[in-house]
């Protein structure tokens, strides 16, 4: 099933006033989303940097954290009355502009490993 950005913020408005009785504030949801990304850096450490994971210690997939991380930045572009789409395009536009031939010009960028 694909999903739009735009649905996707619908979707998770319904849930919190089905299941989350009110979005949590916006300080309480950037430190959620932090917490969220720390989980997600900590898979990626050990998965695919040099950390190795503790004794006994339960891995999470990436997907599952990656879903999680994307639901609480739409709960606060929810909140703060962020369009995701059109905050998504013109920041794609904005890169697009800056950004044209600066990756190419990069020689740490070589396409050939």
Partial sequence: MEITLKEAQQM?????GQ??????????NLAL???EVGET????????GEQSSKPGEEQAGLADEFADVLF???CL???TGIDLTEAFTRNLEKKTGRD???HFNNPK???QP
Avoid at 12 to 16: A, F, G, K, L
Avoid at 19 to 28: M, S
Avoid at 41 to 48: D, L, N, P, T
Wanted: aromatic share 10%; no cysteine; glycine share 2%.
């Fill in 109 to 111: 960028l070589s396409r």
């Fill in 100 to 102: 044209a031939a600066r």
């Fill in 19 to 28: 299941h989350g009785v009110r979005y949590f504030n916006e300080l309480t």
């Fill in 33 to 35: 989303l932090v917490e």
């Fill in 72 to 74: 609480v930045l739409i």
């Fill in 77 to 79: 572009a929810n909140q």
């Fill in 12 to 16: 998770v408005d319904q849930w919190i």
């Fill in 41 to 48: 850096a900590r898979i990626i450490a050990r998965q695919y």
